[in-house]
């Protein structure tokens, strides 16, 4: 059993920054690989970045290459999502996810993600 708990949302100005955090509670933080996904109103769940459980391998979609970036601190049970340059178009309720299938690459398909967060809200206002 994972327990997932985000923080650090908000609201931000379109150009500004936020930092999420998503910390991790059960079992061992680092045997699993992390994600962040995202859900604007009326849209489905989507994927944003991942990490694998040893912080050696990300991965992002192209929407937020170069202005996301996803690190992990596995003594402190944390994963993060730096976010820069914001724009309006990530507004989104953002859930971090844990895929306990280590043994397997890093997946963004969201159906192979084991336990989720409650979700934290990020508005960007133009």
């Known amino acids: 059993q994972v327990q997932l708990v985000e923080s650090g949302g908000g609201l931000v100005q379109a150009g500004g920054s936020l930092r999420l955090s998503c910390a991790a509670s059960?079992?061992?933080?680092?045997?699993?690989?992390m994600g962040w996904f995202r859900q604007a109103p009326g849209n489905e769940r989507e994927f944003v970045a991942a990490i694998s459980w040893s912080g050696g391998s990300t991965y992002y979609t192209d929407s937020v290459k170069g202005r996301f970036t996803i690190s992990r601190d596995n003594a402190k049970n944390t994963v993060y999502l730096e976010m820069n340059s914001l724009k309006p178009e990530d507004t989104a309720v953002y859930y971090c996810?844990?895929?306990?299938?280590?043994?397997?690459?890093?997946?963004?398909?969201?159906?192979?993600?084991?336990?989720w967060g409650q979700g934290t809200q990020v508005t960007v206002s133009s």
């Open positions: 059960g079992r061992t933080f680092s045997t699993y690989h």
């Open positions: 996810a844990a895929d306990l299938q280590r043994w397997r690459a890093v997946t963004t398909t969201l159906d192979e993600y084991d336990y």
